[in-house]
């Protein structure tokens, strides 16, 4: 599709008729063309479509490490073991870091695979800067889910408290410049640290630093709970 509509200025014209709610949420503005390579790229995949396949992969394995596991009645043999519980979650939350650092592999590779095969002009600084973004909001949400699972034991509960934060986040996101009392609450938005535009306006490295300590924080909560938690008395 991009070659077809490559430097069309049709097309962008054509855009700019878009109401602001979609354009907003799209992240079309000034800085980003969809007859661009970057801009392209940028919303086709990463202002919704990956975010989305990386949250639902990373709570997905989250709740299922913990909660899962519970429901189940294979984590009181896990737990009975010499191993510490600290451990044990640590584990699971490094599995899952592991999987998502994959998944990051596997864009970077195959999008710079893309770049030589169409000529999209991607920036490989920009493109891991916003990859990393998008993996280190799955990683807050998936930590996330292991913490709800740790302290409910539901694997409902962990799949949706994450899935509903990370839903208002992204509506928080892509309204707060329409709508003015939004403005103060898109701090509380993983998906602002996460970076729109990132491609074509360059990396912030210090919200992926926000990002990526709130994960720490979350992640040393969930061991807290973890070790604190009854488990048949295990």
Do not use: N
């Amino acid at each position: 599709m991009f070659p077809s509509i490559h430097g069309s200025k049709q097309f962008d014209d054509l855009l700019k008729q878009y109401p602001d709610v979609l354009k907003s949420f799209l992240g079309i503005g000034d800085t980003l063309s969809i007859t661009s390579g970057p801009g392209f790229v940028e919303t086709e995949l990463f202002s919704l479509m990956l975010p989305l396949l990386a949250l639902v992969l990373a709570i997905g394995v989250g709740a299922a490490t913990i909660a899962g596991e519970e429901e189940q009645g294979l984590l009181e043999l896990v737990v009975s073991s010499p191993v510490p519980r600290r451990a044990v979650i640590g584990w699971k939350a490094a599995g899952l870091l592991i999987e998502i650092l994959a998944v990051a592999v596997t864009i970077v590779v195959a999008l710079l695979i893309g770049d030589v095969l169409v000529d999209l002009g991607l920036d490989a600084g920009r493109l891991i800067g916003a990859t990393a973004g998008i993996c280190l909001l799955a990683l807050l949400h998936g930590w996330l889910a292991m913490l709800v699972g740790a302290a409910t034991r539901h694997r409902s509960f962990a799949i949706g408290v994450p899935a509903a934060i990370a839903a208002v986040g992204y509506l928080i996101a892509g309204l707060h410049s329409l709508a003015g009392w939004l403005d103060p609450f898109r701090y509380l938005s993983g998906f602002y640290y996460a970076g729109q535009g990132t491609l074509t306006s360059g990396v912030d490295w210090g919200h992926l630093a926000v990002l990526a300590a709130a994960s720490a924080v979350v992640l040393a909560a969930a061991v807290a709970v973890f070790q604190r938690r009854d488990l048949g008395g295990a």
